[in-house]
């Protein structure tokens, strides 16, 4: 067994853990480190790794519109399009509190803000708003505008925090997956040239997400996702870590596939490299999928974590 997990065999079906995993041939090549291109489109692909996945983001839906019943948020437009709009979920009267933005995942092309409000009552309920922005998903977008409508989304917070008792000065960033690897794109992004503070942000949570395209673009993903050399750089967190300016909480599942785990950890070890690493969370008996859904459990160590996130103690 090689250190990823995968079994050098013949052309047959063995299982690693619980999970069927088809093994290479001696002699198939590699196309990124020790991966055979069968084997990285899988290390790609969640699905492969979490059975029960439609199970789960079915219940993103159902427990998020759950929230919305309950607890109505007030939407505003932060530009011109129709997908330009985020929802906020503030305590009553709310008066310079801290903020979380959470940013959806779903491949860079499913999913939206309706996904991820089933988070907002551990904040609200603990003294924070919490705000989940929409975008447009892939093929109607691009990666590139994918990232700049969210930085057009936290920027429109930080003018406008007031509007609905947030502090300007206390924003903080979290995305789960591909809203993970948007999260840090945010973390690196240089907010001065926006017109904005450097420390924009005063911190982030990075669940299950990527920091380097390149190995990202060489599996199957890129049959869907179509970036220039040089916007993959640039949309590679892991390339720009001398950005970062607050603390970044990072998790990932036991159960996540290899190449997630192995970016989580990646991105974990840069930002300690930093010293801007607040915490690192391997999530026991957590696939890709249920990662976020600690967050709905405001006595989960991740709810914990970002709940001291967002009060200054890191």
């Not at 970036?227 to 970044?248: N, T």
């Not at 950890?265 to 300690?272: C, G, R």
Request: glycine share 8%; proline share 6%.
């Amino acid at each position: 067994m090689n250190r990823r997990g995968f079994l050098r065999a013949g052309a047959t079906t063995l299982a690693v853990g619980a999970l069927p995993v088809t093994a290479w041939a001696a002699d198939a090549p590699t196309v990124f480190l020790d991966y055979t291109q069968e084997q990285l489109d899988a290390a790609y692909t969640q699905t492969v790794w979490a059975p029960n996945a439609k199970e789960v983001i079915d219940g993103y839906e159902t427990g998020s519109a759950a929230v919305r019943r309950a607890h109505p948020p007030e939407t505003f437009s932060y530009g011109d399009r129709p997908s330009e709009t985020l929802d906020v979920f503030a305590p009553a009267n709310a008066d310079r509190l801290p903020v979380m933005v959470f940013i959806h995942g779903g491949a860079w092309r499913a999913l939206s803000k309706l996904s991820v409000s089933a988070p907002a009552m551990t904040f609200v309920g603990n003294g924070a708003i919490y705000v989940a922005i929409d975008f447009d998903n892939l093929p109607i977008n691009t990666l590139p505008g994918m990232a700049d409508q969210c930085r057009r989304a936290l920027l429109w917070v930080w003018r406008n925090a007031a509007r609905f008792g947030g502090d300007p000065d206390r924003i903080h960033v979290a995305g789960h997956s591909s809203g993970g690897h948007l999260a840090a794109v945010m973390l690196t992004t240089d907010w001065a040239a926006f017109g904005a503070p450097p420390t924009l942000l005063k911190g982030g949570m990075v669940l299950s997400g990527m920091c380097d395209l390149y190995p990202v673009l060489l599996s199957v993903r890129s049959s869907y996702v179509k970036v220039s050399g040089r916007e993959r750089d640039d949309l590679s967190p892991i390339r720009a870590m001398d950005r970062v300016a607050c603390p970044v909480v990072v998790a990932w599942g036991e159960k996540e596939s290899p190449e997630f785990k192995r970016q989580s950890i990646q991105f974990a070890d840069a930002l300690d490299a930093s010293g801007h690493l607040a915490g690192r969370f391997l999530l026991e008996g957590r696939n890709h999928f249920e990662v976020p859904n600690l967050l709905n459990d405001p006595n989960s160590s991740l709810s914990k974590a970002a709940l001291r996130l967002m009060s200054g103690k890191g």
